[in-house]
């Protein structure tokens, strides 16, 4: 008998469910008996030994179900090994907790926090599995993340939507896409969208070269520019700072957010009209997109795969279309950035999307 | 042979071009020859002589197809009647083009603003037809205004995503859906997307009554709340001042839009955490809805059919389910509210939806 | 207390949960305790005491969830006063399963022939209220039925992918929609997909002059043709037929579907090649439609209305924009056909649309 | 200056315009000047000669739009050598219209066919760059062909409504995926829906073990099954006759395709009702989902920088997510199929997905 550990932690997304639900079914296909403890809202749920007892018949139905079963929260990492407000040692409460159902593993479904803190769980010496959660595809040592394809396309419908209002009237118009460190998401929204501008993190953007590739477009005849910003997106100028001079230059700061800042130096260098949209947590919800059902429903398969071999401290990921392992130590606390080089940039740039670079 | 000016004017909204395509296309159906004059940009395209000769072929495959091929712009009503910045008179611009071009009529598609125009060109002695477009469905003389059900299911779109992650974080969070003065919109939008609490212009709010609700819920064993809120939704004591106290009172607003006041508001009275969703431009774009598609081109027939009879002064509207003809003096400057005591809200609340009165 | 039975009958739709919900939701509102019944797959659960006991907790979350949670099954009226096969009088089985369970009410969903049922029911003194399920939208007394918008956006959505293809490979296409005897759902799928050709039971079709219309469109330049048809589309001839000739003539039917027979006649006719598709069950399919989803809440929400003042032997529909109830005795066995003179048709014809006759 | 020579082959599927924006794109963003022919309904353009002239312009805003703008047709390369009704050397002709239009290149879209006839000509010693178009993804030589995942989407909302209705009515329903000879379509669509039972050409049924599999899940509580069938599934039995043998069963074949055959074997063998529903073409139409358009734009500004370097031979693909070019002697004829051993397999199995083998 397996008696397993589940939890999501971090900003929810699409395919969490189908996740859980993969794991599941492969384990009860292997024959052994299972027991599931769910822990509600994250590594919370399992500090606090809040959880429920789950069967497979809990996991029927769920693959196109957005959100999480088991509820999700943040708890940051940097602060983990701090006691909480009544002094509990959160670290030590999880490990206890653990020991206390006797189980055989724990299930971690998250991003980059959420694996440092997995890691951190490993080295106390619990059997860990984790699958690869984020619409921000920048996990490191997986080639994609579940819950990634699903943003991009509702990211992409926004674009679209906007291109028709855009063109009818002939306006900048930019849309604001999630994504504060990595711009795989806005990077592949933009281009599926048809984005005129596209601005990543990973690349600092200059304003005159904004405002250039909006006239060179106005000049080539073409009424109206759209533009796809990364929340992350930064100026030349501000990636010259250090990051204490950045931290002091934002005290200031009376944007609602990034893409209002654009908007308004674009109209302050030039004489067009910018509106900004802001699609925001719509990006993390609905129904997952069949890519990733299907993909999450593979790691799910091979996570179970590993449990019932009892092979633990991995991440599963995907690498060249297979279903991979990769240690956790390998893992944890890298991110998967969107290199200036790639060839999808050069790639962008030769259909003639700007970068403002 | 007939010669038809056409212009689409104000914020632009699905279904503009399946609307024309219907027009086109039943006067061409008649087997007159036919002449169409489209002017660019609404009354800027007849205000300047801006315009294109378009062929029926112009007109075909548009039918799913988002914004309008005429372009658009506001041209506001309440200036019309100044001169612009080189001293022309607008109004006599606009009647010297219709009759250097010897049009027959003129066919405008467009909302409340727009209709106000139309109605002092017909005064002017223009033949005029209208349609009724807009995503607000605040048109007076008319069961429905196209648009309004693609803005429907893009807004309802969005709180079906934002319920996902709602649910999973136990949060609550208020989608903002367009409508300055009428809540057709939001009390659709939030009625299909399970809304628990829906604010328009029409019923003011007692933010006291939103917490409550809130609390309720989450009393009840619900771990989030979904709001729907107007862009002019309005609180109890702001809707007891004067116009001219509440100008006074707005010079020193610094809220982005309503949602996040409402939003501090929340804060402030609870401790729930309150997230924000602006969807926006969207709302206004993408492919018409099949029922738009179907409204518009029965709308887009009918003018066809006024047209050739010589019928002009009207707008083309329904009623009851037919199509029917309005004088455009008794639709002009008239807005068509919710009512605080239509059926519809009643059954709102019959199913438990708060709003907020 | 209320102790209220309900139960989905006929062919699945779009919006039978969020009706339901809308009753549960609306009841509970009121205060009053109540207890629900819920008999499992139609009238079959009523018959043989199949039944779960439900509290509103199962009608949260399913707003937006197709199908139905009580199951649904066909139950014809022809011989639902015949004795089963174990001898047993269903009607009367209905009767004392009612009277055991102390039911002060029961709520039926379901179109034409769970109406005829649920009125003898009502003649056998029982207390019923119904709600108008079909995508048909053939019901009598209501101007709309939930589930038919639902209906219509997927057999329009069947259409749009099918015009990119006819109009790539230049060919002639049949997209077969549901309705074997009404041809609301094919009329309007067929304007918002905008098909050239519809052909609906209603107006009985000579094959001569759809193949004209085909080829007035090539000559026309148009490349390719759309033919939306329903199930139960009927040439002139066959129209013509008496019941019995027409039964007689079926014997040695070959076709899959009617599609098929006008594919093979057009293909006799003219040098087109002709395909054709055909996409069934998924129209009854999925979630909701926003429309579908406020309208069977507003219907649920006045039933609930009606069982709270025992108001009992009516079907809840719309009129108007208004809910409104209706005798059942004025509705039970009654059809809602499209008049071939029906205002829409006109519009339609003066659209270019041909109807065959 | 650059002339090149365009044409798109065979059944059309989403993203074939999306591609060729992004040859036209990338080629013009090189600076030199462009002409572009663009040969009408595949090489049925290139043999007789007629073409449209291209511009820039032409491939402005159609990444979105399904079908394609050149047209399509089926040329089998069974008979391409072979002369046409009027005695036209058909392979000769193509390269005389190559050579009087004085081409550089030929960009050709196409699958497994078309790939056939791009070899011979760049045999004949055509310049020719190729692109990977096909809903069923079994090209080989790349990892992924564009049309697939939009096509997978198509499939996957068909299985997704039938969910609902199957649920309602427990029933078993068959929906027959398109897919003659490869089973990545049925594959992922059915994984993506949460089929119970996938049937794909390479992996020959036993229709015992396909019943046994709907009766393990009757057992086990579920009260419907849904099997996702490529069209060319094949039972065990004919997969081991030679080809002359099939085709001599084949000539008294009476089923309008497999499923009606698979259904009717179930219903003989068992005591269920199943139902099938066939999407058919729809899944090659609409507009190509974001991951189409960014996997097909990239393809495209590849190929256009191909072009400007006069490397000529290639099909341009992906391996490993990145863009690569292929020489087109590698990848004519061959078919990229999915292995019975695949992990992809194994991992559905174990989360109890029946093969029926």
Redesign the interface.
């Known amino acids: 008998m397996k008696r397993i550990g589940m939890l999501?932690s971090g900003?929810?997304c699409q395919a969490?469910n189908a996740a859980m639900r993969?794991v599941v079914?492969?384990v009860?296909?292997?024959g052994e008996d299972v027991e599931i403890y769910g822990f509600i809202?994250g590594y919370r749920g399992l500090i606090y030994g809040d959880f429920r007892m789950l069967t497979s018949r809990d996991f029927s139905g769920i693959?196109?179900?957005?959100?999480?079963i088991l509820?999700?929260?943040r708890t940051p990492f940097k602060t983990i090994k701090d006691p909480d407000e009544n002094g509990l040692d959160k670290v030590e409460a999880m490990k206890q907790n653990y020991y206390k159902l006797k189980l055989d593993c724990l299930v971690i479904l998250g991003g980059n926090g959420t694996h440092k803190t997995a890691n951190l769980l490993r080295e106390e010496g619990l059997n860990i599995v984790t699958l690869p959660k984020t619409i921000d595809n920048d996990l490191y040592g997986t080639?994609m993340t579940f819950g990634f394809?699903s943003a991009?396309?509702?990211a992409?419908?926004?674009i679209?939507?906007?291109?028709?209002?855009a063109?009818?009237?002939?306006r900048v118009?930019i849309v604001e896409v999630m994504g504060h460190k990595v711009g795989w998401l806005t990077l592949?929204?933009g281009?599926?969208?048809?984005a005129d501008i596209i601005l990543i993190p990973e690349i600092p953007y200059d304003i005159d070269k904004v405002v250039d590739a909006i006239e060179a477009r106005h000049t080539g005849g073409s009424?109206f520019t759209i533009l796809a910003v990364a929340e992350g997106a930064i100026s030349k100028e501000d990636a010259a700072l250090s990051k204490k001079e950045l931290k002091e230059k934002m005290k200031n700061y009376t944007y609602?957010s990034v893409s209002y800042e654009i908007a308004d130096k674009i109209q302050k260098k030039s004489n067009y009209e910018v509106?900004?949209?802001?699609?925001?947590?719509?990006?993390?919800?609905?129904s997952p997109?069949?890519?990733d059902?299907?993909f999450a429903?593979?790691l799910?398969?091979?996570a179970?795969?590993l449990i019932m071999k009892g092979e633990y401290g991995f991440m599963v990921g995907i690498k060249?279309?297979?279903?991979i392992k990769v240690p956790l130590e390998d893992v944890a606390g890298k991110l998967k950035y969107v290199s200036p080089d790639a060839?999808?940039i050069k790639?962008?740039?030769?259909?003639?999307i700007s970068f403002g670079d």
Not at 63 to 68: R, S, Y
Not at 191 to 194: C, R, T, V
């Open positions: 999501t900003g929810d969490l993969g079914k492969s009860s296909h292997s809202d693959l196109t179900k957005g959100g999480t509820g999700s929260s080639d394809q991009v396309n509702i992409t419908d926004a679209d939507c906007i291109h028709t209002t063109a009818s009237h002939g118009f592949n929204a281009m599926a969208g048809g009424k609602p509106r900004v949209t802001v699609p925001g947590h719509t990006q993390r919800g609905g997109c069949p890519y059902r299907v429903s593979r799910g398969s091979e179970g795969k060249n279309r297979e279903i060839s999808i790639e962008a740039k030769m259909l003639g």
